[in-house]
C-alpha cells in the first residue's frame, strides 16, 4: 500500500489509496456545486499508473449534476487511457440524481 492522499472541501473529501494492483477513490461526504471544482480538481491528479482503478462511492450521501458530471468526466478520462474502472456502491440518491440526468453510473464501469 502507497500513501493515502486527501484532498477536502466543504462536506467534500476525496481519498487516493494506491495498492500494488490498483488504485481506490474513495469520495466522502456532500458534493454539489460549493464544491465540484475540489472534486474535479482531486480527481484529475489521480495518477493513473495502475491497471484497474475503483471509485468507491458508498460514503457519498449526495451528489448533484455538476458533481455527477464531473464524475463521468472522471470516467471517461480513466477508460480513454485504456484502465479498467470499476464502480463500488452508488448510493441510491445519487443514482436517481444520476439516471435523471441520463449520466447513469452503472454506464462508468468499463
Known amino acids: 500500500m502507497n500513501a493515502t492522499d486527501r484532498d477536502a472541501g ?5 481519498t487516493t489509496l494506491r495498492r500494488s494492483d490498483a488504485i481506490w477513490v474513495d469520495v466522502t461526504g456532500e458534493a454539489d456545486i460549493s ?4 472534486l474535479r480538481d482531486a480527481l ?18 449526495f451528489a448533484d449534476v455538476a458533481s455527477i458530471r464531473a464524475l463521468g468526466a472522471f470516467a471517461d478520462h480513466v477508460r ?7 464502480v463500488h ?4 440518491v445519487v443514482a436517481k440524481v444520476a439516471r ?5 453510473p452503472t454506464l ?3
Not at 10 to 14: I, K, Y
Open 10 to 14: 466543504a462536506g467534500l473529501d476525496v
Open 35 to 38: 464544491n465540484v471544482d475540489v
Open 44 to 61: 484529475a491528479v489521480v495518477e493513473l499508473d495502475r491497471a484497474t482503478v475503483h471509485l468507491e462511492l458508498s460514503h457519498l450521501d
Open 80 to 86: 480513454d487511457r485504456g484502465h479498467r474502472l470499476v
Open 89 to 92: 456502491g452508488t448510493p441510491p
Open 100 to 104: 435523471i440526468t441520463g449520466l447513469d
Open 108 to 110: 462508468w464501469q468499463a
